[in-house]
């Protein structure tokens, strides 16, 4: 079995960068009309948060002020203002985030952002 090799960009990010799993829900969330208004600052997020390396929340919140840190991993970010929310898990060891839920301030308020769990 031959093993795969990998560029240098590569393994430079999956050593020392956050790996986000579920990309492909936030590209299936900018897809919904819905949601396009914010399709440019969630993607913002996502490129800051990929290239960024948090050890434990209070390197996150040094970058996002604005934050809502929810017990030892859950994490809400405000995208485009106020206007939308993202709820993330973070495992800091692993320096992985899990996309959890993503939607309008008013669909926010309907949920308990405690729990509320992924349901792709």
């Given at each position: 079995m031959r093993s795969?090799?990998?560029?240098f960009w590569e393994l430079f990010i999956s050593l020392y960068c956050m790996r986000i799993l579920k990309e492909k829900t936030l590209n299936d969330y900018c897809e919904q009309a819905?949601?396009?208004?914010?399709?440019?600052?969630?993607?913002?997020?996502f490129y800051e948060a990929r290239y960024s390396i948090w050890?434990?929340?209070?390197?996150?919140?040094?970058?996002?002020?604005?934050?809502?840190i929810i017990g030892s991993k859950r994490v809400i970010f405000n995208i485009k203002g106020n206007d939308f929310r993202l709820i993330v898990d973070i495992e800091y060891k692993l320096s992985t985030i899990f996309i959890v839920w993503f939607g309008a301030h008013a669909e926010y308020d309907k949920i308990d952002a405690k729990t509320v769990k992924y349901d792709g």
């Open positions: 795969k090799s990998y560029s819905k949601y396009k208004p914010a399709e440019e600052s969630l993607k913002a997020w050890n434990n929340s209070n390197e996150l919140k040094a970058k996002y002020r604005n934050a809502s």
